[in-house]
Every structure is written in structure tokens, then in C-alpha cells.
């Protein structure tokens, strides 16, 4: 996730991009001196709290040796709820529409919406505003305090297993090599459009350090030996042993050889 802005809305209370989420709303109260709402924040979808809460360090759900435990109540998410109940109530954010609605679309052309804190893939829907070709930059979205991250995630997608597939287990390791790792996630870049838009026209100096791929994917296999495919290029190798895995895909890691040879393997096999 990172936060698209508009720099000549800000400039009207002379505001930059704000680090932090004390000083998002320190800005988004001046906005509302002149007219204009910092971001919106969807009542009916939960998805942006949550991302938010998770940012913060929330974990809803976790693992135990007697099954999962569920806690919605911690203290980061309670630490949220709290700062947003205040926005709120200050009309510090737009609760009338969400983003990527026909109404943020209009009001975000006419300059009445500032910014937007959402995934990396709303950069092409930001290109898609009336007569804002030029106008919005990108940063890291703010930070709630050393406790919690410098990102978090909002959407998403997951590559599944079929039931009947005649190589379910070199399927799921393909799976978890193609979504875990630099080389893989780097060839879903390059050849399937995921992550930052290719022309990246949207990034900020500051920003660079965000051109990590931010579609967070889940993978859960059963636990096996390391092993390599006959059919497949050699290269990345087999994954990490796990019996269950979750991975954020980053660009930090080592030196890949000819990411694009997966793809065009699974592009040439995909018939069997």
C-alpha cells in the first residue's frame, strides 16, 4: 500500500505528503478550512480498516495447539478504531462514497479529494481521474508508530490447487515459488501486470524504495522435501519447507537467474 496525493491540493495549506498518522490528520483538518477532504473512509467496506488495523500490528486470527484463536479487540485495532471514530466525528474524512465510486472519481477531478492511502494497483485507477494526468505523486503511506509496519495490504489474490490436478504437489510448490519468491514475483511483473503500473509515471523520489510488489499472496502447502522439476528450467530451486506459509512478496533479496523462464514454461505446458 502507499498514499497517491495531490501536491497542488496539499500546497493550499501548505502540507507535504505526512509520515505519520498523527500528522495525516493534523493535515486533514487544515483541508477541511478550505473546502477539501484529505481521503474518504468507506462506512460499508471493511476491507481499508482492516488493512489499516493490520498495519498497526493487529492479528485477528492465529494459530493454537487447540485450534485458532480470534481476537478483533486488541490494542492496534482498538488503537485504529479510535483514531478513525475521532476523524469522523471531526469530518476529517469523506463517508458519503469510497474510492474508485463514480463520486470520488468527481470530486477527486475537482480537486476536493487530496489523497488516496490504498494498494499498489491504484495507480492505474488514479490515471483513470478527469484531467488529473500530472497531477498526483505517490509516498509511503503514513506510519502509526514503531510498533506497527511502514505498509500493509488491501486486496489481493491466491493461486489454488484443483482437486483433480494430475501433479497437485508440483502444482503447490510451483505455487508457493511463483508467489514467495523475488524471482517469481518478479516475473509476475514483468509478463502478468501485477504490482506498480510498467510506466511507474506516478512514482515520487520518495517512493522508490516502494517499487516492492505489494500484492500480498497466501499460500498454504503440506510439508515436503526440497525438490527440483524434470520439465521445468532449473534456476530458483524448491521452496522453503513449511506446513503452513504465508509470504508478502518483496524485491529485497538475492540475485535471480531468468525469472521469465518459469512463465514461459507454464505458458508452453499449460495444456498438461
Known sequence: MATFYQPAVLDKVGATAPATWDEWAGVAAELRKAKTYMDCFPLAEAGFFTALATQAGAQWFRADEDGWVINMTDDATLKVARFFDKAIDQDLVQTDFGAYSPGWFAAAGKGEIASLTSASWGDALVQGISGGAGQWKVAAMPRWDSAGFGSSYLGGSAVSVLANSKHPRESLEFAAWLTSTQQ??????????????????????RANSLRTSSAAKTTTRTSSPRRRWSKIPSGPGGPHNSSHSTSSATDSGSNHQEPASWIQWLTRNRKS
Open 184 to 205: 517469481g514475483i518478479d516475473a509476475e511483473i514483468e509478463h502478468c501486470g501485477i504490482g506498480w503500473s510498467p510506466s511507474r509515471t506516478l512514482l515520487a523520489p
